[in-house]
């Protein structure tokens, strides 16, 4: 290989390559999500979880989870006890700290406006590793109560790359708190949702899953 395609490919951040989910990388990632976080999900924000008996033994699958807040993506991480590596908008990493350190958390480039190639490779290396994809459908964080403008992008992924959908409700972590014991989270992991040919009723499914363990209102997506 050229430097020339060494370079390019160095500075192609959707695609990953099973090393790259290494014993170090995955260390970093329980330091910040299990010692710097999990305390304080713990003693500010008295962490609740239900459903663990509901996370499959494997790997081939893709956690689904409502978005509220910037706490969620360690929260699920620290709750699976597990490497959950998540799609970035490819703008972040024009930064040279945000890539340095969504490079080590296990996160991957993506383009909203398109699925590249390079993103069904990543996931379908994930599943070579003992990491899952991790996806918020809803895209950006959402006020509370309502379950709407639910892209349909994870289920197109869960039908690429043969991977069932696990959907994970979070109530709580919209409240910004510091004083300990003054907030609550609750984390609800429901169960698996296979993959399917159908990918608008694996978008409904999950809606109806995260409905059911937040009680927020599913707004189905229109077909």
């Known amino acids: 290989m050229s430097k020339e395609e060494k370079k390019k490919k160095g500075h ?5 390559e099973p090393e790259f989910y290494n014993k170090w990388r995955r260390f970093f990632l329980f330091l910040v999500t299990h010692i710097f976080y999990m305390i304080r999900f713990k003693l500010v924000y008295r962490l609740e ?10 790997n081939d699958y893709i956690v ?15 709750v699976l006890d597990r490497g ?21 958390l296990g996160a991957f480039a993506v383009d909203r406006e ?4 390079s993103t069904i490779k990543t996931v379908l ?7 899952v994809l991790g996806i918020f459908p809803q895209g950006t964080r959402q006020e509370p109560g309502v379950i709407s403008n639910i892209t349909k992008g994870f289920a197109s992924l869960a039908k690429t790359t043969k991977c069932g959908i696990l959907p994970i409700g979070i109530i709580g972590t919209q409240d910004a708190k510091r004083i300990p014991f003054s907030g609550k989270i609750i984390v609800k992991i429901g169960k698996i949702i296979p993959y399917s040919d159908d990918v ?5 499914k999950w809606g109806h899953s995260i409905q059911e363990l937040t009680g927020y209102k599913y707004e189905p997506v229109p077909v």
């Open 84 to 104: 959950v590596a998540y799609m970035a908008k490819k703008e972040l990493f024009e930064n040279i700290f945000l890539r340095w350190w969504l490079n080590w």
């Open 64 to 78: 689904a989870a409502n978005h509220l807040s910037t706490l969620d993506p360690p929260l699920v991480c620290a």
């Open 114 to 117: 398109k699925l590249g190639v």
């Open 125 to 131: 290396t994930l599943k070579k590793t003992g990491w």
């Open 12 to 16: 192609n951040f959707s695609l990953r």
């Open 49 to 58: 979880v239900q459903g663990k008996e509901n996370i499959p033994k494997t």
């Open 200 to 204: 608008n009723d694996m978008v409904d």
